[in-house]
């Protein structure tokens, strides 16, 4: 029993070890042509974005569906905090330009 738990263990663990050099593989390129696209926003959802990049050779070269829409999630995160920061900034900025512009007047 012990002898299988231990092949079972290692077999997974292989596995995860190759999934972690895929999506270090996969991760820059797919970053890289999500990027360049105008198309992609913070609020692309991976159903359009699958539909968008499907011939794309890129898009391609991650054949298993579930990391690529791992990478795709990853990458739009960073958009809506980017996001989320620019609207902070830019609410701050109206309010402390409303504020200078009350006390002038």
């Given at each position: 029993?012990?002898?299988?738990?231990?092949?079972?263990?290692?077999?997974?663990?292989?596995?995860?070890?190759?999934?972690?050099?895929?999506?270090?593989?996969?991760?820059?390129?797919?970053?890289?042509?999500?990027?360049?696209?105008p198309n992609v926003?913070?609020?692309?959802?991976?159903?359009?974005?699958?539909?968008?990049?499907?011939?794309?050779?890129?898009?391609?070269?991650?054949?298993?569906?579930?990391?690529?829409?791992?990478?795709?999630?990853?990458?739009?995160?960073?958009?809506?905090?980017?996001?989320?920061?620019?609207?902070?900034?830019?609410?701050?900025?109206?309010?402390?330009?409303?504020?200078?512009?009350?006390?002038?007047?």
């Amino acid at each position: 029993m012990t002898w299988n738990l231990q092949y079972t263990n290692g077999l997974r663990a292989k596995e995860q070890e190759e999934k972690e050099a895929r999506l270090a593989k996969l991760r820059p390129a797919i970053r890289n042509m999500l990027k360049g696209n105008p198309n992609v926003f913070h609020y692309t959802t991976f159903r359009t974005a699958d539909k968008l990049f499907a011939q794309h050779p890129i898009w391609q070269q991650a054949r298993i569906e579930a990391e690529r829409k791992l990478i795709f999630e990853e990458y739009i995160a960073e958009l809506k905090q980017r996001e989320m920061v620019r609207c902070f900034m830019v609410f701050i900025v109206s309010a402390l330009l409303s504020f200078i512009f009350s006390q002038w007047i």
